[in-house]
């Protein structure tokens, strides 16, 4: 079974300045997907970046940016100049190369807030 | 592109009564259909996967008789809370997936069982 793991449960960053989430994950699967997904208060998911995990390159879309390590099993994003919209729940998210399976392992959560 | 609609937004019944969420894929056609429920401030709990023209895959635990889905096209699945009890008080959360693994989001149903 695929499990993910975030570890912080809240998080807190300054208007402008960097914060990382971080996730990590259990697989013996060689070929899947990552996703970060974000949660404002609205409730709508949100899709902010995906990584294929065939791909040594990190992905990046704008000011967020994921720090791959498929060794180690640690997929973490980093928000560069946090803004006062950034203010969410992360999920971290899991799915086995489409092939194989479609389902999504989600982890707990991360609930970032943007101090003014 | 990638929007998903979900319909009502938000519902309150009696108990004992059935209430249906539909969800829509707008701008594309979706190869598969996710129905999820969300406490709050936990995270998304898989409840079935659907494929249009098929039955459902429902996860365990998950009662299909309580909560039946219907993927009628490639843009709709409902999902139908039957005989709903106060316990089935939750958000419920549809995706959508088209030939890519990405899944994209409807808005979510609070439904709230008196």
């Known amino acids: 079974a695929q499990t993910v793991t975030q570890s912080q449960p809240e998080m807190s960053v300054q208007e402008a300045e960097t914060v990382t989430l971080s996730c990590t994950y259990d697989t013996s699967e060689s070929n899947y997907y990552l996703f970060w997904y974000k949660q404002p208060p609205s409730r709508q998911m949100i899709l902010v970046i995906r990584?294929?995990?065939?791909?040594?390159q990190n992905a990046t879309e704008n000011r967020f940016s994921v720090n791959f390590q498929k060794a180690a099993k640690s997929f973490s994003l980093k928000i560069s100049d946090s803004q006062l919209g950034d203010t969410a729940m992360y999920f971290c998210?899991?799915?086995?190369?489409?092939?194989?399976?479609?389902?999504?392992?989600f982890g707990t959560g991360t609930s970032l807030t943007v101090i003014p | 592109g990638a929007v998903v609609s979900q319909h009502p937004s938000r519902v309150i019944c009696k108990s004992g009564t059935s209430v249906k969420i539909e969800c829509r894929s707008l701008?594309?056609?979706?190869?598969?259909m996710f129905w999820y429920r969300q406490f709050p401030k936990q995270s998304l709990m898989l409840m079935a996967t659907?494929?249009?023209?098929?039955?459902?895959?429902?996860e365990q635990g998950v009662e299909k008789d309580k909560f039946l889905i219907n993927h009628a096209s490639l843009t709709l699945s409902t999902l139908t809370v039957t005989s709903a009890h106060p316990e089935d008080s939750s958000f419920y959360i549809c995706?959508?997936?088209?030939?890519?693994?990405?899944?994209?989001f409807g808005p979510g149903t609070r439904l709230l069982v008196l």
């Open positions: 659907s494929n249009e023209g098929s039955k459902a895959t429902y």
């Open positions: 995706s959508a997936r088209r030939v890519t693994e990405t899944q994209y």
């Open positions: 701008d594309f056609q979706a190869t598969t």
């Open positions: 990584q294929e995990a065939y791909k040594q």
């Open positions: 998210a899991f799915m086995k190369h489409q092939n194989t399976g479609n389902q999504f392992y």
